[in-house]
Structure formats: structure tokens, C-alpha cells
């Protein structure tokens, strides 16, 4: 009895087993079947199938635009697909603008998503970097023309990029850590309220120890030169001196001294008034001086042996027709000797300037050596 119910229970078993096994084998071919039907698409393959250089128009709207899911409006009906562009490639950030220099420019570039209005960031830029001992300077980079472009209070247009720069060194000297962080700080508050992503400033520790270096070389290689025309007896009359400044093209500036313009427009030397004074253009025809100074500013002057030849030049013909001598700061007189010692400490200087890339009467060397 009991062997017999064993049999039985074996029997159960063995069928329960049987039918799981037939049922899994059911399903599996039932999935199998449904992903077959699902991937037999006529659909074309894009990815897979070859397509010649260039395209069709149709071919580039496929690979520009793509169909999503999303609320519609009533033109784009809600359970409808509509279009989106893809996603722009990112922009990489241009260098910094030619007319700056690592050594003498704290330098800052802001980045903006959309297009900012250059007003916008000038008119902010105002408010937010005041009180900096130093002269700042803004560019815009034109995508188009793939250019930086000066930013003034009357320029306009729209940028992803802007440049802040901040000069480190002129004759007063090189900044000091509350400048660097007054800039950096300004620049970043810029960037907030402009909605630019935010800045990567410069190390301030290196910026200033460059900073110091490139003041410590400017002293030494800063030198005006000047001589003087003293009359003998009688006072030089101020029409006569204008008049004679007038046959060399110097021209009155607002500084109160005679100009000698180069060819690129920068000032070769000057003449003034040797005497507390300033010469002034409705006063030289009542005016008399014992003397008048000339002085050329070697760092700022390209050629300075031929800026010096000709300021001497001048300087001797003012003194034979206003009847006077030609001295140094000591009163004695200048001769030929003392021209030549001139002369070579002039090349040596300038020598040492074009060495170190900071060449004389150059944009840079104009900047840094401005009054």
C-alpha cells in the first residue's frame, strides 16, 4: 500500500515538473517572437547605412533636429512630438588680446552663455571697480571677425567673451595687494551681476612678484635727457620762441610745452619754459625767460640717437638766434664730448630694453613709462 502511494506521489511530481518546463519553454518563444516582430522596422537605419559626404537637405535636418516629447501649444498639440535644436557645441576661450602682456596686465576673461550687451557690463564695470590706483581696460571679442575690440562708454554690440585688464606698473610704480584684490573682486561682482559664469582670476602672490620685477627693471632703465638754452643778457621773447618752435613743427600742448611729433604721432621730445611757468599760447607775444629747457624721453622715443640729434639740433639754433648757450643742469657748457657720452648711454639703454621685450617708444613701453 504504502509503495504503491510512493508510485503515486513520484508520478505527481515528475508531471508538475514537466509542465513547468513546457510552460517556461512557451513563454520563452512567445518573448522571443514579439521582439523579433518589434525590430523588423522600416524604418531606415541612419547609424548603419552609408551616406555620402555633404549630404542631402533632408539628411541635415536629421542630424540637426530631433523629435521629443513635450507640452505643446496650439500650433504643437500636447501628446504630439515637436522639434528641438541640439544642444550648441561648447565655445573654447579665445586668447588674451595681443595689446596685453602677461608680465604687466592682471588679466581677466568673463564668459557669458547668451550673448551680453557690451553697455551692460561697461556701465557695470564703472560702479564696481572705482578707486583702483591703476588704469583698467575692457575688450569684447567679436565672434564674427574673431577679434578683440577696445570697450569704451560709447561702445556697442553684444559678446560671449570680455576681457578685463588691469596694468600692474607705470612711473609711480607696481600696485600693491589691496589693488589685486579690489580688482579681482570688482571683476567677480561684475561677472554676478551680469549673469557671466564665474572668472578665473590670476595668483595673486605671482601676479604681484611680477609685477615687482618688471618695476625694478623700469627704474633702471628709466632716463629723460635734457639740455638747456640760457641766454647771455638778454630775456628770450616768447613770439621769438614760438616762432622758432613753429619752423620745426613743434606744436603748444595743453601741458604748457612744445611738442616734437615723430612719425607715428608719439612726441619725440619737448621744449618748456626753463623758468616756473608755462608757456601759453594767448600769452607767448608778452612773455620773456631767461632760458628754456629741452628733454627727450628715452624709453617712450623708437630711435632715441636720432631724437637726440635733432632736439640738439634745435637747441643750438634757439641759442644763436636768441643770443644764448647751450648747458647742462650744472650751467656748463654742453659740447661735443658730452653729446657722444649721451649718445652711447642711449643705445645701452634701449639695447637693454628690446633684450628684456619691452622695446623703446613701443605700445608697451609707452604704457609703462607713461606720466
Request: charged share 25%.
Amino acid at each position: 500500500m504504502d509503495s504503491e502511494l510512493q508510485i503515486a506521489l513520484i508520478g505527481a511530481g515528475l508531471g508538475v515538473v514537466v509542465l513547468i518546463v513546457g510552460y517556461n519553454k512557451w513563454q520563452e518563444r512567445k518573448h522571443r517572437n514579439k521582439a523579433e516582430r518589434a525590430f523588423k522596422s522600416e524604418h531606415r537605419d541612419v547609424l548603419l547605412e552609408p551616406r555620402e559626404a555633404g549630404g542631402t537637405g533632408d539628411d541635415l535636418a536629421d542630424r540637426k533636429l530631433r523629435r521629443e516629447p513635450g507640452m505643446g501649444s496650439e500650433d504643437e498639440p500636447g501628446d504630439g512630438p515637436r522639434w528641438v535644436h541640439e544642444a550648441s557645441i561648447n565655445r573654447s576661450a579665445p586668447e588674451v588680446p595681443e595689446m596685453l602682456d602677461a608680465r604687466t596686465d592682471c588679466v581677466i576673461r568673463l564668459e557669458a552663455i547668451e550673448p551680453l550687451d557690451v553697455q551692460r557690463v561697461w556701465q557695470a564695470q564703472s560702479e564696481l571697480l572705482v578707486g583702483l590706483s591703476r588704469p583698467v581696460r575692457w575688450f569684447g571679442f567679436n565672434d564674427g571677425d574673431n577679434l578683440w575690440f577696445a570697450i569704451g562708454p560709447n561702445s556697442a554690440g553684444a559678446c560671449h567673451w570680455f576681457c578685463a585688464a588691469l596694468q600692474l606698473v607705470d612711473r609711480r610704480g607696481s600696485i600693491g595687494e589691496a589693488d589685486f584684490l579690489r580688482f579681482s573682486g570688482g571683476v567677480q561682482r561684475v561677472a554676478d551681476l551680469v549673469m557671466a559664469l564665474p572668472p578665473g582670476v590670476p595668483a595673486r602672490a605671482e601676479t604681484l612678484r611680477n609685477a615687482t620685477e618688471v618695476d625694478r627693471f623700469c627704474a633702471d632703465v628709466d632716463i629723460q635727457i635734457g639740455v638747456n638754452v640760457v641766454a647771455r643778457e638778454r630775456p628770450f621773447e616768447g613770439r621769438e620762441i614760438e616762432r622758432l618752435a613753429g619752423r620745426h613743427a613743434l606744436m603748444l600742448l595743453d601741458d604748457g610745452s612744445f611738442h616734437a611729433p615723430g612719425g607715428d604721432g608719439a612726441t619725440l621730445f619737448t621744449l618748456a619754459n626753463l623758468e616756473p611757468g608755462l608757456f601759453v599760447a594767448d600769452a607767448m607775444s608778452s612773455m620773456v625767460t631767461m632760458g628754456v629747457t629741452l628733454v627727450i624721453d628715452v624709453p617712450c622715443v623708437r630711435d632715441g640717437v636720432a631724437a637726440f640729434d635733432r632736439m640738439m639740433g634745435i637747441a643750438e639754433e634757439l641759442a644763436q638766434k636768441l643770443d644764448g648757450t647751450v648747458v647742462d643742469d650744472n650751467r656748463a657748457p654742453f659740447g661735443a664730448e658730452a653729446a657722444d657720452l649721451i649718445r652711447a648711454q642711449i643705445r645701452q639703454f634701449q639695447a637693454r630694453m628690446a633684450e628684456n621685450g619691452i622695446p623703446a617708444g613701443g605700445s608697451l613701453a609707452r604704457r609703462l613709462f607713461a606720466l
